[in-house]
């Protein structure tokens, strides 16, 4: 059971003329799943290896339960790194795979036995210890990896895009698995990925990481609905911008003083007849994608990005059409 608290963290690469994290502060629950969102380069990975000790920070702390860990070798620290490959021992068998830790730490063979087992349980595989790690889909070698990273109890468990490289029905799998596992046993952890849909349904809060600096920080339904700037609503998929008292559809910040307006692309509704708030446009694109109709309209030289949810009307390439944008889904971004 962890509080973590990262206080104000600096890192510069030697020779490297920009910071990759600026200031960076943030504070995680005890049993918490924080989700750090941002693009490659944004320095995700930086703040894990900061965490784990593989890098040190220039200033700034980590702390666990109050305590400053940056003075802890990296093995003590309690945190467990699990990436995009497994990196499973291949000589080994899944037992001694995920009993790996716990014989460096001194456990007797039959705590090994019992711990594996009750592991396996919970990873959904039970019998496979004899197994090596070529035996076993991407999937299960990413459940043995979980395994593994959890059979110590670490403090905190730091998942770096561990899903990335399975497809899509084994990672709707895992993604529950994970998510179940972790609450199950109430270990605080940071999950990193740069897919928006992962990080939704994946964490209690979100951070929005961008150039190593978080730009928001909420629960997933709040950065969704109501993104509070527009860095936040891009990071959210919002691409239509209004601006003024008259409404002009915007691709981009505005200047200061205009008040920004923003709106989901579900929300907006591309149909033949004029009501309030709606404006001419042109369909560009208009693609059929089974439970929503993607339309891309230009209004005025700015292209509107719409997901219509079935049923919709399909217009064709070259129609013209009214891009209405209902007063209710309008909200403000600064
Ligand atoms: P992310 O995980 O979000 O993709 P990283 O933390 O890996 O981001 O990297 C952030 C920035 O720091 C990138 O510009 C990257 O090139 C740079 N960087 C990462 N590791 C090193 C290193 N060891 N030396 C110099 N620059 C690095």
């Keep these: ?54 890098e040190r920070p220039d200033s700034g702390d980590i702390q666990f339960d109050g305590s400053s860990i940056l003075s802890i070798d990296p093995n003590k620290r309690g945190a467990v790194l699990m990436f995009q490959q497994s990196y499973l021992f291949p000589f080994l068998n899944v037992e001694d795979n995920i009993g790996f830790g716990l014989k460096v730490q001194g456990a007797s063979a039959e705590t090994i036995r019992g711990e594996v087992k009750r592991m396996l349980n919970l990873i959904g595989l039970p019998g496979i210890e004899r197994r090596k790690s070529g035996q076993l889909s991407g999937g299960e070698q990413q459940r043995v990896a979980l395994a593994r990273a959890l059979v110590t109890n670490p403090k905190l468990l730091l998942l770096d895009e561990p899903l990335s490289s399975l497809d899509t029905s084994v990672r709707m799998n895992l993604q529950e698995a994970i998510r179940n596992i972790q609450r199950e046993l109430g270990v605080t952890t940071i999950f ?143």
């Design 192 to 334: 990193v990925t740069h897919d928006l849909g992962e990080a939704m349904a994946m964490s209690d809060r979100m951070a929005l990481l961008l150039n190593g600096e978080i730009v928001a920080l909420d629960k997933p339904e709040n950065l969704f609905h109501r993104p509070r700037s527009l860095t936040a609503a891009k990071f959210m998929g919002v691409s239509t911008f209004l601006s003024g008292d008259q409404l002009t559809v915007k691709n981009e910040a505005c200047s200061s003083s205009e008040k920004i307006f923003a709106i989901r692309p579900e929300h907006i509704r591309i149909q033949k007849e004029a009501c309030k708030n709606s404006m001419l446009g042109v369909v560009s694109d208009c693609v059929f994608r089974g439970e929503y109709i993607e339309y891309q309209v230009d209004v005025n030289d700015v292209t509107v990005r719409a997901r219509m949810p079935m049923p919709a009307p399909m217009f064709p390439h070259g129609e013209q059409v009214r891009v209405n944008f209902p007063q209710e889904h309008l909200f403000e971004v600064n």
């Design 1 to 54: 059971m962890t509080t973590v608290n990262i206080i104000s963290l600096n890192k510069t690469y030697p020779n490297q003329p920009v910071p990759v994290l600026k200031d960076f502060s943030l504070s995680i629950n005890d049993g918490e799943m924080i989700a750090l969102l941002g693009p490659s380069g944004s320095g995700k990975s930086t703040l894990l290896k900061l965490i784990t000790g593989i």
